[in-house]
């Protein structure tokens, strides 16, 4: 998909941080966004920028719990229905839970899974049959660089976007097995600046403050950088888009030192959340 001129394009998680800027630059580059959120306040602040942005490029906008299953197919059914297709879907949609593992609430397990790796699945095998139908499909579905190192106090957030480089690779491999045209990329990000940090849940013993304001500081990505790394890698139809100078180094240095990473893991993670090293 070398152009997003006219090209239809599904984003979750479109209310805020990457997925906004994804909304935003795709209609810049004259692209038909498709906008799902549960935030419906966020998703239609996000269409109020596209208005200021691209005059009369009015988005669709649609609440959807990615959770839940039948409210994503009906999701892909009411864009396809609208624009008689769909070239392009994002899984962005995202969540975090921060909280040693003895202390995590199972709820909240049960929540960040359903987002992060259900919603993920949910729109893939919502959207891929009309996917197939265009002449340029790409699916991408968003992880993280926290899929490549075990990160202290984020157990349930590794496993999820493990989880979702494991399926999105398999998906892979299946459509170039099959006659497909349909493209798939993974996305990992390292470090971006959103209200992320601000959104998760975490448990009593972990610093909230400490972990909003040492995530603002290795937040070395833009989210409209992202948008157009992610976009890039779109255009070239890379396998693997790492957002982010640190997430390649992090890439590279779990590669190069295995299990060697380790250490420096740790550090970043009593930097991050020293509330939650210490006895109670």
């Not at 909304?23 to 966020?42: K, M, N, Q, Y």
């Not at 990329?185 to 600046?193: A, Q």
């Amino acid at each position: 998909m070398r152009e997003f001129g006219n090209r239809v394009a599904a984003v979750t998680g479109a209310g805020s941080g990457i997925g906004r800027a994804l909304a935003v630059e795709l209609a810049r580059r004259g692209a038909l966004p498709a906008l799902a959120d549960i935030d419906g306040a966020g998703l239609w602040t996000t269409a109020e920028m596209i208005e200021r942005v691209c005059p009369g490029r009015c988005p669709t906008v649609t609440e959807v719990d990615v959770a839940a299953r039948d409210e994503v197919q009906a999701w892909a059914d009411e864009v396809v229905g609208r624009f008689g297709g769909v070239d392009l879907v994002i899984n962005n949609a995202g969540v975090g839970v921060v909280a040693p593992v003895e202390e995590v609430i199972w709820e909240d397990v049960q929540w960040l899974m359903g987002v992060n790796f259900w919603g993920v699945v949910h729109g893939t095998t919502s959207f891929l049959p009309y996917l197939r139908h265009s002449t340029e499909g790409h699916l991408v579905n968003v992880a993280s660089v926290f899929a490549l190192v075990g990160v202290p106090a984020m157990s349930a957030y590794c496993a999820s976007k493990s989880a979702v480089c494991g399926f999105t690779d398999a998906v892979r491999q299946e459509l170039r097995l099959s006659p497909s045209g349909v493209r798939v990329s993974t996305v990992l990000p390292g470090g971006v600046s959103s209200a992320f940090a601000r959104s998760v849940r975490t448990s009593a013993r972990v610093d909230a403050d400490a972990l909003v304001t040492t995530s603002s500081r290795v937040a070395l990505t833009a989210p409209e950088g992202a948008a157009r790394a992610i976009l890039r890698g779109v255009s070239r139809n890379r396998a693997r888009v790492y957002v982010g100078a640190d997430a390649r180094v992090i890439d590279w240095t779990s590669r190069l030192l295995g299990t060697g990473i380790e250490p420096f893991v740790r550090g970043f993670a009593r930097r991050l959340m020293p509330a939650s090293w210490k006895r109670p």
